[in-house]
């Protein structure tokens, strides 16, 4: 266990659909990250948050959605997805945005797949 | 854009030492190397990291060149368990970003 959860852990949505990710981290952290891994790639930083304030919108399109109501937790909210979007999202958090060396804590991940 | 370099794949007997090395040519003199591992699916797990000196813990030693342009990260006596995907990663000059490459997929043989 890392101090950083996901739920859930599996989800299945149709192209219509909205759902929402959570992230949870219980470690003190003041940043909070969102990546995408599509099958076989490296990890794609999404969006980043310090102090619940977005520093990052790593071009990504509009039908992800970010919310970071305080420090604890992070939610990626979908809607209108496509197939391509069908990957494992994780979450991660650090205990500042910036400086070193302050390792990244990742969640588990939830595996996303749209039908 | 990734400022580091690591083979695709490696083998490693089982209880053998398994080292993995990584170029970071680039790297500036106040960054850090990490290194992480990524067991099939899951999140990626720390594994250390370092600045100057070699650095050993509980999971591994990581071995810097002087003039810190290489890395080599080693387990010591690699069990099935560590199969995985191990990245090596520096920070991107003057941002917090971390770049994530394709790393090297360490296969434990029994």
């Known amino acids: 266990e890392t101090g950083v959860t996901q739920t859930p852990r599996h989800l299945v949505m149709g192209m219509t659909n909205k759902k929402s990710l959570k992230c949870e981290q219980h470690l003190g952290h003041n940043a909070m990250y969102w990546y995408k891994q599509s099958a076989k790639k490296p990890l794609e930083l999404m969006f980043v948050y310090s102090l619940e304030e977005r520093v990052e919108n790593n071009s990504v399109p509009s039908r992800f959605s970010p919310e970071c109501p305080n420090s604890s937790h992070l939610f990626l909210h979908l809607h209108t997805l496509q197939p391509e979007d069908s990957a494992l999202y994780l979450c991660?958090?650090?205990?500042?945005?910036?400086?070193?060396?302050?390792?990244?804590?990742f969640g588990p991940g939830t595996r996303l797949t749209v039908t | 854009d990734a400022k580091t370099t690591q083979p695709p794949s490696m083998d490693c007997a089982e209880g053998r030492a398994a080292n993995l090395p990584c170029n970071h040519s680039?790297?500036?003199?106040?960054?850090?190397v990490y290194w992480y591992r990524q067991i099939h699916s899951q999140g990626p797990q720390y594994i250390i990291h370092g600045l100057k000196n070699n650095e050993t813990n509980e999971m591994a030693s990581l071995i810097i060149t002087e003039d810190r342009k290489s890395s080599t990260l080693i387990l010591p006596h690699a069990t099935l368990r560590d199969t995985a995907v191990y990245y090596c990663i520096v920070r991107v000059d003057g941002t917090y970003k971390y770049i994530f490459g394709t790393g090297t997929r360490l296969k434990v043989l029994a």
């Open positions: 680039t790297i500036s003199g106040n960054e850090y």
């Open positions: 991660a958090s650090r205990e500042r945005l910036a400086g070193d060396p302050y390792e990244q804590y």
